[in-house]
């Protein structure tokens, strides 16, 4: 069966919907209508202020200029993640993006790193910068460090609305109270309060948790995660920013039931505090989010409730799901937004082919699908699986729960061998799961036998003056907050 669309409908805003109507109307170049449908009066969930460095792409391919981005949400940089107290109380690691160096052979920095004897963690450019409140943009051409930002999700998605609006997206708002049906099972039109019927021949959902059209409508089975991601509740709160000081990086930290973010923007900073209620009272995570506040709360705390995981298949009979929609895996590595993004990117390489969509289109986006997911899903466990802590009924738990087989299989290569297994659809790379083993002590059970071909003393100067060269880099960089002074002014 194929889809010939000339009519495309995207139900929800927010930043899932804004992102992907903007994606159509610059893609597309006029070859489809491109509608949204939103409720005024649906709030969007808005607090997914974190992104991972795949965000500054979409920018790039929908033609963002970065400033001008920068000033419109608020957005500060983001070289990493901070996690505290997460392999036991008072330990401290970061995960950089960048560059760890060499990971192989005989130069392999984190081999070196052990054999030799350090006592401080293996440094990377980013990781020095962000805990010295440090940023410069990258020089052309050189790889060593990435980053992503923090911002206001919902500046984002008014930004991309009235980008999308100006190159052509139609905006319709209204409350749908209907979906009518065609004969094959797939979406006709929407329905709205007023008695309006928005027809279309693919729909994209974008519906939040709501999933209208998936979820509802179709009733596409869930497949659920929490017997592995436990925690289903989150609490948000913004409060003021103090100071002049703004770190370029998300803080994680774990607590009694859960854990708490810390996101810096320009004007305020977003605190949070992710949980599991099968562990923890609903008020007493309240009461923990409120007391690690560091500045006045300029709103109440903010209850969102969600369960972890995602529908069996993504694209059904013409409808797409994109976003909260079609599953969560909770905000740990800032990934919501990749999920968004990533979709979106390969619904468009669909739709860009230039002829009409095929049942082979739909299997290969939701094989694709899944399989983000579940790779997303095994590095986030792999920050619980690992902790030392027992001081608490959660830690107790994520101790000794089984594991998925790949992440179980995965986490053995290393222990065993020292090699980092690569699986296909994982945005994830080797420093990334690096940056987790170091950082929660898991180390290979034995040295590689080729490390020591070079002699330790020429292992120990060579780390000795890649760490000084680090801070010698990073001490002629601005302060954060310096650097967005020049780059918004």
Request: hydrophobic content about 40%; proline content about 4%; overall charge negative.
């Amino acid at each position: 069966m194929s889809l010939k669309f000339d009519r495309v409908v995207v139900v929800g805003g927010g930043s899932a919907g804004w992102m992907m109507a903007t994606a159509l109307v610059t893609g597309l170049s006029g070859r489809a209508s491109v509608e949204l449908v939103e409720a005024e009066d649906i709030g969007i969930v808005g607090v997914g202020e974190a992104t991972v460095p795949t965000i500054r792409e979409y920018n790039r391919l929908v033609n963002i200029d970065e400033r001008e981005f920068l000033r419109a949400t608020g957005a500060t940089y983001k070289l990493g993640i901070r996690f505290r107290d997460w392999l036991e109380l008072g330990n401290d690691y970061f995960h950089a993006f960048g560059s760890l160096g060499n990971l192989s052979g005989s130069q392999a920095l984190w081999g070196q790193h052990r054999r030799t004897g350090q006592a401080d963690p293996l440094q990377s450019l980013s990781s020095v910068m962000a805990t010295q409140g440090r940023f410069a943009l990258p020089e052309e051409g050189v790889n060593e460090y990435d980053y992503a930002f923090h911002f206001d999700a919902v500046k984002y998605a008014a930004f991309l609305r009235e980008l999308a609006k100006r190159r052509g997206a139609r905006h319709t708002q209204g409350r749908i109270v209907d979906v009518a049906r065609r004969a094959d099972g797939g979406v006709a039109a929407v329905v709205l309060d007023d008695g309006r019927r928005i027809e279309g021949d693919l729909f994209i959902d974008c519906s939040g948790f709501r999933s209208l059209l998936l979820g509802q409508t179709l009733a596409e089975p869930f497949v659920d995660f929490s017997h592995w991601l436990p925690v289903d509740g989150a609490w948000a709160c913004p409060c003021e920013r103090s100071g002049d000081e703004i770190l370029p990086y998300t803080q994680a930290t774990a607590l009694e039931g859960g854990w708490a973010w810390r996101i810096p923007l320009q004007n305020r900073t977003g605190h949070g505090h992710v949980f599991s209620s099968r562990f923890i009272d609903v008020d007493r995570a309240r009461e923990q989010l409120l007391a690690r506040l560091d500045g006045k709360p300029l709103a109440e705390p903010r209850l969102l409730r969600f369960t972890t995981g995602h529908r069996q298949r993504f694209w059904v009979h013409n409808v797409v799901s994109i976003g909260l929609s079609s599953g969560f895996l909770e905000p740990l590595e800032s990934t919501s937004l990749y999920l968004i993004q990533e979709g979106i990117g390969r619904l468009m390489m669909a739709l860009s082919a230039g002829r009409p969509l095929r049942d082979d289109d739909r299997a290969l986006f939701n094989e694709a699908s899944v399989r983000r997911f579940v790779r997303i899903r095994d590095f986030i466990i792999l920050h619980y699986c690992l902790t030392r802590r027992r001081d608490s009924e959660l830690w107790r738990y994520v101790a000794s729960m089984p594991l998925p087989a790949t992440l179980a299989f995965k986490m053995e290569t290393w222990r065993r061998f020292g090699v980092l297994r690569d699986y296909d659809e994982d945005p994830f790379f080797g420093p990334n799961w690096l940056s987790v083993f170091l950082g929660m002590d898991y180390w290979p059970e034995r040295e590689d036998p080729v490390l020591a071909e070079i002699p330790s003393e020429r292992a120990f100067t060579a780390l000795q003056e890649r760490r000084l060269a680090i801070a010698a880099a990073v001490e002629r960089m601005p302060l954060h907050h310096r650097m967005l002074e020049e780059v918004l002014n």
